[in-house]
T-cell receptor, first 114, second 115 residues
């Protein structure tokens, strides 16, 4: 059973479209992070959210942490081909087990066509 | 500031041979992780260190995998003997917890191919 469920697993869209990626769990996390990974590279941290209900914006990317700190979403406005990659969410300290215990979702592969 | 450094970037070995990966974390980061990642999937934790102590190695296949972080800085991950199913990208990451926030920073990974 995956602790963090990401959806959709695959997303193929045209340039200019909007999209949302979801990260859901039955566990409460102390913080949640989103990463983007390109082929042949390690994941690159995009944002960390800590407070329930928190919303953070990074240019065309909007991240939201659920009120109960069990879920998160990533919304991209007007997607561009450069947004193509594997998007990963990772939760820390699930259920209060241990700070620094990062658990990853299975990822969402996003392809943005010109 | 230098990021997480891993070497080698690529390694091709025959099955049953040993292999070792090296990681130098970001200076001052006390937490070090080794993850394994298969193509198009999320990383899976192998082992987590807090300074030199392995605090979570429940997912490490201990019959063939070993890791060490002797001085609480750099770390090595070893596989002996390697199996075909060990082909994957091995990622090292480090973090410094601030309050409730633990943001991990990754190296570029080592892509292992076992033939």
């Amino acid at each position: 059973t995956q602790l963090l469920e990401q959806s959709p697993q695959f997303l193929s869209i045209q340039e200019g479209e909007n999209l949302t990626v979801y990260c859901n769990s039955s566990s409460v996390f102390s913080s949640l992070q989103w990463y983007r990974q390109e082929p042949g590279e390690g994941p690159v941290l995009l944002v960390t959210v800590v407070t329930g209900g928190e919303v953070k914006k990074l240019k065309r990317l909007t991240f939201q942490f659920g009120d109960a700190r069990k879920d998160s979403s990533l919304h991209i406005t007007a997607a561009q081909p450069g947004d193509t990659g594997l998007y990963l969410c990772a939760g820390d300290n699930a259920g209060g087990t241990s700070y620094g215990k990062l658990t990853f979702g299975q990822g969402t592969i996003l392809t943005v066509h010109p | 500031e230098a990021g997480v450094v891993q070497s080698p970037r690529y390694k091709i070995i025959e099955k049953k041979q040993p292999v070792a990966f090296w990681c130098n974390p970001i200076s001052g980061h006390n937490t070090l992780y080794w993850y394994r990642q298969n193509l198009g999937q999320g990383p899976e934790l192998l082992i987590r260190y807090e300074n030199e102590e392995a605090v979570d190695d429940s997912q490490l296949p201990k019959d063939r995998f070993s890791a060490e972080r002797l001085k609480g800085v750099d770390s090595t991950l070893k596989i002996q003997p390697a199996e075909l199913g060990d082909s994957a990208v091995y990622l090292c990451a480090s973090s410094l917890r601030t309050g409730a926030r633990s943001s991990a920073f990754f190296g570029q990974g080592t892509r292992l191919t076992v033939v």
